[in-house]
């Protein structure tokens, strides 16, 4: 009888948050039709910030997609059995999470209505065009793979798919940071280590996910993860959140040294208000030192909790580093004339500023929904729940390498 | 024994029902047509790509606080909107004022499009709405822009403008739209008629040369020839198509 109880409110609480997810993402839709009926003039972007907080989120969403289902290629490309448990739920995220990636940014378009036109006309020298090509094919690779992963039948072709689907979020992620190296006009892009930094970003950052996500379904279902699981899986987060640590100093050395962007970068590091206090304070105290200390500090590692607030921090640390990245990098006005004053009516030479309407951050949130519903959904209908043997994980010493 | 008088019926099912469709066709609407091939203006010859449309504009006749080349680009593009934030209005050609710190000397031009010969834009957009058309100018075509900014990201001289808002009171010549991206386009539809640029035009100190830069008679080949000029952030290896003097 009481259980039944349980059942039922477990039940209720399960459709309570699925709505709640489904209302936000349906908001996001409402400010998005609100901003395609008025215009962007109701957003804070302008002709010197052409991309704002819409696309922080979008390509947060769409770099973590790609990164979450790094947890199932460890399992299949590299044969560790700890992670191939977990590749149906990596392959579920990374798939709605890429789909509200691609909600928010295809829903900020100034002509969100031409969808079809973006379809069928390709430019391929344009590294978006690419990505028009890259994102089906990803959907298309992880459908196939999740299938093999999900189908008895269809098991032995796991890892062929497995390998498929790794090699193609790399090349996503190149995409996606070739969206920003490859361009000549601002200082803060045109850099060849933005590609790869991008990929080592969605690693940490999708992996972040991956044990957010985790640890609810655990504790929804009154589980733990086990200790020496989440031991491993710790240590990997910390081994990629220092490694995007080490791009990111990559990335501003290369400005200041050998493109001798250093105005720029004293502006963003320094002098820019907002976008210094992020990066020190968002992405290096908040989203990189403390999660490291949680992860790696014996004392507060054993703290109930500290891995999950170091997941969630390492979130917290990209926002701040993509708002960086990409508001700041053009807020700060463009090198025309180097070296001469300059001014203009359309603010040449001027620093700008940037403040996000509310309707762009309902959008993005919008995206977070749709993914959380999706996500919601998805565990309650189908087998994505991790199920760990640990007494063979044990006996074949995958616990121990 | 049957067979020829099968192929007799199945001949004249044929002819039959050939020519009552015919007829069909034929009764359903005299002077309708079911399928009609478009027709809109006249087809005129297209751009060549023996022209190269270019300008050279000497800055050491433009004016500081002159914008009379501004205005008469808003005239002839139907740029008359005003919005609250300046920063969201369309601007395809600015004046610029240059000051050099070292030495105090003071400079003020017009910037605009460049019509690179290597646009970035063009490189970038991913429904290659932005074009460059085989005379040099480059264009955004307003039926396929689907106003994703890229091009604004790759341009280097902040030449390109988002609509931010509805419009009205367009020039029908030079459609324009809300969400898509635009840009100076060399005023196009009065060079298609042999006429200059409007800024050419209406500059009083005849700052700006416009021309076709391969056509070694013209003037502006002729200047370029003799005298020194500059291409703007020539470093990006661009090749403008608009070049400045004294700067």
């Known amino acids: ?401 | 024994m049957n067979e020829p008088q099968d192929k007799s019926r199945r001949g004249f099912i044929g002819t039959a029902a050939v020519g009552t469709a015919g007829l069909g066709i034929a009764a359903l609407a005299p002077g309708l047509h079911l399928i009609q091939v478009s027709q809109a203006d006249t087809p005129t010859q297209g751009a060549s790509s023996t022209v190269r449309w270019g300008m050279l504009i000497d800055t050491t006749k433009c004016a500081s606080g002159c914008d009379a080349c501004v205005k008469a680009c808003n005239t002839e593009n139907g740029i008359v909107e005003t919005v609250k934030d300046a920063r969201q209005g369309a601007q395809w050609i600015r004046k610029i004022e240059l000051k050099d710190p070292k030495n105090g000397r003071e400079h003020s031009l017009p910037m605009m499009c460049q019509h690179c010969a290597n646009p970035p834009c063009v490189d970038v957009c991913p429904t290659g709405a932005s074009m460059k058309r085989a005379d040099g100018i480059v264009l955004v075509d307003r039926h396929i822009c689907i106003g994703c900014r890229y091009c604004m990201m790759a341009c280097p001289y902040k030449a390109r403008s988002f609509v931010h808002q509805p419009l009205t009171e367009q020039n029908p010549e030079v459609p324009r739209g809300l969400g898509c991206v635009e840009s100076c386009t060399f005023c196009v539809q009065r060079v298609d008629k042999g006429l200059k640029p409007a800024c050419a035009e209406a500059c009083p100190e005849g700052a700006m040369t416009f021309g076709d830069l391969n056509d070694p008679n013209s003037e502006i080949a002729q200047r370029l020839a003799r005298e020194a000029s500059t291409q703007v952030r020539a470093d990006l290896k661009l090749n403008t198509g608009v070049r400045y003097q004294g700067i």
């Not at chain 1, 579920?92 to 999470?97: E, I, T």
């Not at chain 1, 295809?106 to 590294?127: C, E, I």
């Not at chain 1, 992860?295 to 580093?321: E, H, M, Q, T, W």
Request: glycine letters at 10%; charged letters at 10%.
């Open chain 1, 1 to 401: 009888m009481q259980l039944e109880q349980n059942s039922r409110t477990e039940e209720l609480l399960f459709y309570v948050l699925a709505a709640a997810g489904g209302l936000v993402t349906v908001v996001g839709l409402a400010a998005a039709l609100f901003m395609e009926h008025s215009g962007h003039v109701v957003t804070g972007m302008n002709n010197q910030v052409v991309w704002g907080m819409p696309h922080v989120f979008a390509i947060f969403l769409i770099v973590a997609a790609s990164g979450v289902l790094n947890v199932a290629s460890i399992g299949s490309v590299f044969g560790k059995v700890m992670y191939k448990a977990r590749a149906p739920l990596s392959g579920l995220l990374a798939l709605v999470m890429l789909a509200a990636g691609l909600m928010v940014i295809m829903l900020d378009l100034g002509r969100a209505d031409r969808l079809v036109v973006a379809m069928t006309h390709f430019n391929p020298s344009s590294v978006f065009g690419w990505n028009v090509i890259l994102y089906p094919g990803f959907f298309a690779i992880v459908g196939l793979y999740l299938w093999t992963l999900m189908d008895r039948k269809m098991n032995p072709y796991y890892k062929p798919a497995g390998l498929a689907a790794f090699i193609w979020r790399l090349l996503l992620t190149t995409g996606t940071g070739s969206i920003f190296g490859f361009l000549v006009a601002r200082q803060a892009y045109q850099s060849a280590v933005i590609a790869p930094m991008f990929i080592i970003m969605s690693f940490a950052w999708g992996l972040a996910v991956f044990m957010i996500v985790q640890k609810s379904m655990f504790a929804w279902n009154g589980m733990t993860v086990h200790p020496a699981i989440r031991q491993r899986m710790k240590n990997l987060l910390g081994t990629f959140v220092a490694a995007v640590f080490y791009f990111v100093l990559v990335y501003h050395l290369t400005n200041i040294y050998f493109a001798k962007q250093t105005a720029f970068e004293q502006f963003i590091l320094l002098s820019g208000g907002i976008f210094p206090t992020l990066f020190w304070g968002g992405y290096v105290f908040l989203g990189t030192i403390v999660p490291l200390l949680l992860l790696y500090v014996p004392d507060l590692n054993k703290i109930r909790g500290s891995v999950f607030l170091a997941a969630l921090l390492v979130i917290v640390g990209a926002f701040s580093l993509l708002y960086v990245f990409i508001i700041g990098g053009q807020v700060y006005p463009l090198d025309i004339f180097p070296g001469m004053q300059v001014s203009s009516s359309f603010f040449d030479g001027k620093i700008d500023s940037y403040s996000p309407s509310l309707p762009e951050i309902l959008l993005g949130l919008g995206g977070f929904g749709l993914a959380f519903t999706a996500t919601a959904v998805g565990v309650r209908v189908l087998k994505f729940m991790p199920q760990d043997d640990i007494a063979k994980l044990e006996n074949c010493g995958h616990m121990l390498d």
